[in-house]
């Protein structure tokens, strides 16, 4: 895997080892990196970054205004989710033009998170859409994909969010496949069971990427 360098970094900016974890929509990546963050480590989540940069006074705000209109601001000032969700799943174009907008915000945001936390062993840095951007995969020294069967990533969005079940496929169809997100892998967590079998597995993977990060080396493939 590509990655970037440590030593890219100015000695006052060093990151720590970082563990990109992605997954499907309804695959669980949320569960995974709670249970991460329970044990103590520190999670850099890219998905509340982009909530903070288009809530009210975010630094996304006035471009988003600049390059979609008022009518994609809310009345308190935020970014009206809704509207761009419906406007970017029909528009190539226009959801081009919302990452040129966000991802370089989110990027930027997620290594200050992470240099912040370089007395930390190791950081977990969730990101969505890790396979689709692009250069997230060289932006980490190893990809942790939260997998399960793409109809049960659809059931469980279908029942714990009351979205319908079209939309959601829609979503799926719109993100990488099981299959890419599997070819990217460095290491796999199969949640399609009951939820109490994600701690050990965790645990399992914290006691690796600690050792990794220890060994102060480019990992191997696969876990």
Not at 20 to 33: D, F, M, N, P
Not at 115 to 138: F, K, N, Q, T
Not at 152 to 173: G, K
Request: glycine share 6%; charged share 25%.
């Amino acid at each position: 895997m590509a990655t970037r360098s440590h030593a890219e970094f100015s000695v006052s900016e060093r990151v720590p080892f970082r563990v990109g974890l992605t997954g499907g929509i309804g695959s669980g990546k949320s569960l995974v990196a709670d249970r991460f963050a329970a044990i103590g480590v520190v999670v850099v989540d890219t998905d509340a970054i982009a909530h903070r940069l288009t809530a009210p006074g975010g630094a996304a705000i006035e471009p988003i205004r600049r390059s979609f209109g008022d009518s994609f601001i809310d009345a308190a000032g935020a970014l009206d989710r809704a509207r761009m969700r419906t406007r970017v799943f029909s528009d190539a174009t226009a959801k081009r033009g919302l990452e040129s907008i966000l991802h370089p915000l989110i990027r930027a945001q997620a290594d200050t998170d992470a240099v912040e936390a370089r007395s930390a062993p190791y950081v977990i840095v969730a990101v969505p859409l890790l396979v689709e951007s692009g250069d997230w995969a060289a932006r980490v020294d190893r990809v942790l994909v939260i997998d399960c069967p793409v109809t049960q990533q659809v059931d469980r969005v279908v029942r714990t969010r009351c979205v319908p079940r079209q939309q959601v496929e829609a979503i799926v169809s719109q993100q990488a496949s099981r299959e890419q997100r599997l070819l990217a892998a460095d290491d796999v967590l199969i949640n399609a069971g009951p939820p109490d079998l994600i701690a050990p597995r965790v645990a399992r993977l914290h006691g690796h990427y600690s050792a990794l990060a220890s060994a102060g080396r480019e990992p191997t493939r696969p876990l």
